[in-house]
């Protein structure tokens, strides 16, 4: 096996982006700046599904962030710990879990992010569904369980508690993949194939504590010793691929392993006489290309910041795009 050192810049690839359906996606807009942080409401038109003190309009305890503020809801310090914004000055923040040291909180203590998408979901076509999460200061853990559930109408509940919602997401965090980066932004990506009809998206934890694989935070610096708080940034759904090529016009099967990675990958492709391989950022920049023989080749990652990459694969029998995590 022959290993590839990502090294050069070699270009830029263009790509087309559908529409994102997600309005606020970037937490930017507001009807008025946070003055405390339960207030995702007022970065409209997001919102909080469970009711609480009795309506979703003006209460909740889903935080907004915003540089605008000052105190607990400002950027990049605030009431549980200290990030940046991914783009602009504002973000969002839910708790994923709470656990009590000595068993299972009986009514854990969730939060989700849910807002209406711009249009409604149609039938038999593919979307990429793509946000970013990084891990608070304040949180004692970090868990898996990161997932998107769609929905046709809204998963509004009556109960003040802050209960688990038991729903099938269908984008999900990788099972195993406990983020607890408190410095980069970590994307949570997955493609999803509409039922058609959907027009809710909501953010949050779907298991039960009970399957919520979870892991002491190494930068642990709160008072707080029972909770995985994250921030969340970005959030779009674009229809369409996560990532267009003209190229693409046969589909071809490869594997990359393992994904997330931390200092190498594996890329093992279909087809035997080898082929040419892109390595390309969020941005759509080329960072290396390069040509292999036969179906398998390893590539040296371990130089790359922590984000999200694509690989585009070509060989005689087609090519495609697939998406890896670098650690």
């Not at 839910?94 to 989700?112: A, Q």
């Not at 109960?159 to 983020?179: K, R």
């Not at 229809?239 to 003209?246: E, H, M, R």
């Not at 492709?269 to 390309?280: K, N, S, V």
Request: hydrophobic share 35%.
């Amino acid at each position: 096996m022959r290993l590839v050192n990502i090294i050069v810049l070699l270009g830029f690839l263009n790509q087309v982006y559908g529409q994102n359906l997600v309005p606020n996606g970037d937490f930017e807009d507001y009807s008025l700046c946070p003055g405390y942080a339960t207030e995702i409401f007022k970065a409209t038109p997001w919102f909080q599904p469970n009711i609480i003190w009795g309506n979703t309009i003006n209460s909740s305890s889903t935080d907004y962030f915003n540089s605008c503020a000052t105190g607990i809801s400002d950027v990049p310090s605030n009431a549980v710990g200290h990030q940046s914004a991914l783009s602009g000055g504002g973000y969002a923040g839910i708790i994923f879990v709470c656990i009590l040291d000595n068993g299972i909180r009986p009514n854990s203590n969730r939060e989700y992010l849910e807002v209406e998408l711009t249009e409604e979901l149609e039938r038999g076509e593919r979307y990429c569904v793509e946000f970013y999460v990084s891990l608070a200061e304040d949180s004692y853990y970090g868990v898996d369980a990161i997932s998107v559930y769609f929905s046709s109408d809204s998963v509004l509940y009556s109960s003040q508690e802050h209960e688990n919602l038991h729903l099938e997401p269908q984008i999900s965090n990788i099972d195993s993949n406990v983020i607890l980066d408190v410095n980069t932004w970590i994307p949570v990506f997955g493609e999803y194939e509409a039922a058609g009809g959907e027009k809710f998206i909501t953010i949050g934890n779907f298991k039960p504590d009970s399957l919520t694989l979870r892991e002491t935070s190494p930068a642990y610096s709160g008072s707080i010793a029972d909770m995985a708080y994250y921030y969340i940034d970005n959030v779009s759904v674009t229809k369409g691929n996560c990532l267009l090529s003209i190229d693409d016009n046969k589909q071809l099967e490869f594997s990359i392993f393992p994904n997330p990675a931390t200092s190498s990958i594996a890329i093992k492709t279909t087809d035997d006489l080898g082929g040419e391989i892109r390595l390309i950022d969020i941005f759509g920049n080329t960072l290396s290309e390069f040509s292999f023989r036969g179906n398998e080749i390893e590539v040296d990652v371990s130089n790359l910041t922590p984000s999200v990459y694509y690989l585009f694969c070509k060989t005689e029998k087609g090519s495609s795009v697939k998406k890896f995590v670098k650690m």
